[in-house]
T-cell receptor, first 112, second 112 residues
């Protein structure tokens, strides 16, 4: 059975500092990995995905994520946080034969 | 610009009522999904559909049914609403392969 873990319910980062939102997963076969963001009172928006190829994936709003097969992780990163990055972030893995599943979410607070 | 719309942003119903939540997408997507989002639980898949008139149970289908008579429209039905179905309901659609999902703005349903 596949599973996903976002070990931090909340992450606080000062504006201008680098940020990391962690995600580890367990899927059979090759994983396909997604990050979504939910801004306050909005639906979810796609940020980026890893399907194959380069382990470092770049996405919207300056975000990137690094696929690490040995550690089964797909951490979301940004070099310099903005207050407007404050939102709820979801990691979502799937494998070839199964549905996508969503983590419980990590609330990111960027402090001015 | 891609768009997924949901029939209501806010809905208040009474226990035992039949509730219809409608979702329409304009991207000619094959796949459509219904999730519920609860604090601390992330997104949980209720039902999904890979084609017109097709439906598959997700992780929490009990108390719900769905209908997909046209490609662009996917309806979620609560046959007899209960208070534990008070939640945020999110509809999504996606293309074939490993495409990302596009989400509607959500319907916040309160069952009294």
């Amino acid at each position: 059975a596949q599973s996903v873990a976002q070990p931090e319910d909340q992450v606080n980062v000062a504006e201008g500092n680098p940020l990391t939102v962690k995600c580890t997963y367990s899927v059979s076969g090759n994983p396909y990995l997604f990050w979504y963001v939910q801004y306050p009172n909005r639906g979810l928006q796609f940020l980026l995905k890893y399907i194959t190829g380069d382990n470092l994936v770049k996405g919207s709003y300056g975000f990137e994520a690094e696929f690490n097969k040995s550690q089964t992780s797909f951490h979301l990163k940004k070099p310099s946080a903005l207050v407007s990055d404050s939102a709820l972030y979801f990691c979502a893995p799937r494998n070839r034969d199964d549905k996508i599943i969503f983590g419980k979410g990590t609330r990111l607070h960027i402090l001015p | 610009d891609v768009k997924v719309t949901q029939s209501s942003r806010y809905l208040v119903k009474r226990t035992g009522e039949k509730v219809f939540l409608e979702c329409v997408q304009d991207m000619d997507h094959e796949n459509m999904f219904w999730y519920r989002q609860d604090p601390g639980l992330g997104l949980r898949l209720i039902y999904f559909s890979y084609d017109v008139k097709m439906k598959e149970k997700g992780d929490i289908p009990e108390g719900y049914s769905v209908s997909r008579e046209k490609k662009e429209r996917f309806s979620l039905i609560l046959e007899s609403a209960s208070t534990n179905q008070t939640s945020m309901y999110l509809c999504a659609s996606s293309g074939t392969g490993f495409s990302e999902q596009f989400f509607g703005p959500g319907t916040r349903l309160t069952v009294l």
